[in-house]
């Protein structure tokens, strides 16, 4: 998806900013009703006007195949309300056109298509070739059923106009509709893809139903629909059907927009700030689909980093807080009784439970954590599609089993990663350029790429992990030696001793208290558990790949590869969130 043309409605200063637009894909029957036509265009014009209205940090795109029928209409209407459309063919132009049924139909994709943001065509499906599909068959109906696929994995929701009626038809509306829902086209999907990830809650199944008759003979729509009845249709346990969207889809297109709206606030930062994937140089040399990757990347990556700065700032100020609290009681308590101490002490604990509640008010921890699992699962989806890194399963992308099996809202951010992945999954790869660019610059070595990475980051963690360990054992041994030092030393010289050594080891057992705090809060232990984890497997993949000359053995590593650090990235956001100042971490300090 090319982010310089699909947001050219929402300009930062002449120049396209990052926020992710909102896709409808298309989904209906060719031959329509003459007489429902214009309840129909209503209908999805109030439809689409919605989405503007409710979503404009992010905009809205249209993307179909601009197929005779409900295509050509929804992508009308859409150019109507300025809204891009993103045309991906089921086939190469030339073949696609035998399917039109009259000149008119020929003419309006024509003019449809070219004004077009963007046109893809979808590669021939595994075991067809041009000359198979050519004719009208079972192998022609497998570019349809791809194309189906392809709109579900990239789309936000799914526009069905359809009559409801379950059919058999490989590739047609009711088979779509389906997969959109159960993951599931027989025909096309091989038995293995249902798998446990369908039982989990999924934010992918999303459809708004249009009910449509069909121009042929028991065109009705199925009972009990009738044409012009429309709703929201999900896998919704109590509602699957609503007048009004769904909670759980309501929630991760908030997300979503909330990323859009920081990614729109700090555009000229992130433009001139933003550390890249790709040089000028890559741009020129790799598949063009990639800078879209890259540039949804520049946009986390940064926000992460920024949300990261005031997240350990609230962190070190609400811990510095309650270092100064417990010493104000000390004082109050061993050294000088008087009130002061004790106002100190409200005032250090009134300031930092505010500085507790900004921090959650602003969401810093939680945006910090999601957009850095963003990032990283980015990371991974461009290095892949650079490699030509499949993931094995033709109706599967790099986004759709990400975070699956954690908090539903986290849906959000395969969201973003569905559109930044469109261009690059919408044809095959397999250069080796892009494959020797991968190696060297995912896994790099001692000193780049993810390798030089991860080394660097665990020496980091070791040595400050390895300071408060430090802390600690003098603390116990400075405690140790004044237990033996009151043994030793007479009664006279032990009253003299006893209340500034005692407040002497009050005030460093508070320090080494609050430091293992703060290390608990941000995870020193279990950081140094995983930088050494996925320096060990960046290495192990490194040795193979080096030694192997076979380059479908190297991209099979490096799926191998890519599963194991989305699967530590998902583990990583998981702790982290138990470690938000969220779970009353200043409260407990302060006692």
Same mark, same amino acid.
């Given at each position: 998806m090319d982010f310089t043309q699909t947001q050219s409605h929402t300009m930062v200063g002449g120049q396209p900013h990052f926020a992710v637009p909102l896709i409808v894909a298309v989904t209906g029957h060719r031959d329509l009703v003459d007489g429902e036509l214009a309840g129909i265009r209503a209908t999805v014009r109030r439809f689409l006007k919605d989405l503007l209205q409710e979503y404009p940090d992010r905009g809205v795109s249209v993307m179909t195949a601009l197929a005779e029928g409900a295509d050509q209409l929804v992508a009308e209407e859409a150019l109507h309300l300025g809204i891009p459309l993103i045309v991906?063919?089921?086939?190469?132009?030339? /073949?696609? /056109?035998?399917?039109?049924?009259?000149?008119?139909?020929?003419?309006?994709? &024509?003019?449809?298509?070219?004004?077009?943001? &963007?046109?893809?065509? @979808?590669?021939?499906?595994?075991?067809?070739?041009?000359?198979?599909? *050519?004719?009208?068959?079972?192998? $022609?109906?497998?570019?349809?059923?791809?194309?189906?696929?392809? /709109?579900?994995?990239?789309?936000?929701?799914?526009?069905?106009?359809?009559d409801g009626k379950d059919?058999?038809?490989?590739?047609?509306t009711a088979q779509v509709v389906r997969f959109h829902h159960d993951d599931v086209m027989p025909g096309y999907t091989p038995d293995s893809t249902a798998s446990g990830f369908i039982l989990a809650d999924d934010e992918s199944d999303l459809v708004y139903h249009i009910?449509?008759? $069909?121009?042929?003979?028991?065109?009705?729509?199925?009972?009990?629909?009738?044409?012009?009845?429309?709703?929201?249709?999900?896998?919704?346990?109590?509602?699957?059907?609503?007048?009004?969207?769904?909670? *759980?889809? *309501?929630?991760?297109?908030?997300?979503?927009?909330?990323?859009?709206?920081?990614?729109?606030?700090?555009t000229d930062k992130i433009r001139d700030g933003a550390y890249p994937l790709l040089s000028g140089d890559d741009h020129a040399l790799l598949r063009p689909g990639l800078r879209d990757i890259d540039h949804v990347f520049r946009a986390a990556d940064w926000l992460a980093v920024y949300f990261q700065k005031r997240m350990l700032f609230a962190l070190q100020a609400t811990h510095l807080l309650a270092l100064l609290m417990g010493m104000m009681y000390i004082a109050y308590s061993d050294i000088f009784p008087t009130r002061y101490f004790l106002y100190a002490f409200l005032a250090f604990f009134l300031l930092a439970a505010s500085i507790h509640a900004f921090s959650n008010w602003r969401s810093w921890h939680r945006k910090y954590l999601d957009y850095r699992t963003l990032a990283e699962g980015l990371r991974v989806q461009l290095y892949w599609a650079a490699a030509g890194v499949s993931t094995g399963n033709k109706s599967k992308?790099?986004?759709?089993?990400? /975070?699956?099996?954690?908090?539903?809202?986290?849906?959000?951010?395969?969201?973003?990663?569905?559109?930044?992945?469109?261009?690059?999954?919408?044809?095959?790869?397999?250069?080796?350029?892009?494959?020797?660019?991968?190696? $060297?610059?995912?896994?790099?070595?001692?000193?780049?790429?993810?390798?030089?990475?991860?080394?660097?980051? @665990?020496? &980091?963690? @070791?040595?400050?992990?390895?300071?408060?360990?430090?802390?600690?054992?003098?603390?116990?041994?400075?405690?140790?030696?004044?237990i033996f030092l009151f043994i030793l030393v007479s009664a006279e010289w032990g009253d003299v001793l006893r209340d500034p050594v005692v407040v002497l080891m009050g005030i460093m057992l508070l320090l080494v208290g609050v430091r293992q705090s703060y290390a608990f809060s941000i995870a020193d232990a279990e950081l140094i558990k995983q930088y050494t984890f996925m320096q060990r497997i960046f290495g192990n993949a490194r040795r193979r790949i080096d030694a192997t000359h076979n380059d479908d053995e190297k991209r099979r590593i490096l799926h191998v590869l890519g599963e194991a650090a989305l699967g530590e990235h998902a583990q990583w956001i998981t702790m982290h969130r138990e470690r938000s100042l969220e779970q009353g971490e200043i409260f407990r300090m302060s006692g």
């Open positions: 991906p063919l089921p086939m190469q132009r030339k /073949l696609y /056109l035998d399917d039109f049924g009259s000149t008119n139909s020929r003419e309006r994709f &024509e003019m449809l298509s070219s004004r077009a943001a &963007e046109i893809y065509e @979808l590669p021939v499906t595994p075991g067809n070739s041009l000359e198979t599909i *050519r004719q009208h068959g079972g192998n $022609r109906d497998l570019q349809y059923a791809q194309l189906g696929v392809f /709109l579900c994995a990239h789309c936000h929701i799914l526009l069905a106009l359809w059919n058999d038809k490989l590739g047609g009910v449509c008759s $069909r121009d042929r003979r028991d065109g009705q729509p199925a009972t009990p629909y009738e044409a012009g009845n429309h709703c929201w249709f999900s896998l919704d346990e109590d509602s699957p059907r609503s007048s009004v969207l769904p909670e *759980r889809h *309501r929630r991760v297109f908030q997300y979503t927009s909330e990323f859009s709206r920081d990614a729109v606030k700090y992308f790099a986004h759709d089993n990400f /975070l699956q099996t954690q908090d539903p809202d986290l849906g959000w951010i395969r969201n973003v990663m569905r559109v930044a992945g469109t261009e690059c999954d919408a044809s095959d790869y397999d250069e080796s350029t892009g494959l020797r660019f991968t190696m $060297r610059e995912w896994l790099g070595d001692d000193s780049s790429g993810q390798l030089g990475y991860f080394r660097r980051k @665990l020496k &980091e963690r @070791l040595h400050r992990f390895r300071r408060t360990e430090r802390m600690t054992q003098i603390a116990f041994w400075a405690g140790f030696a004044v």
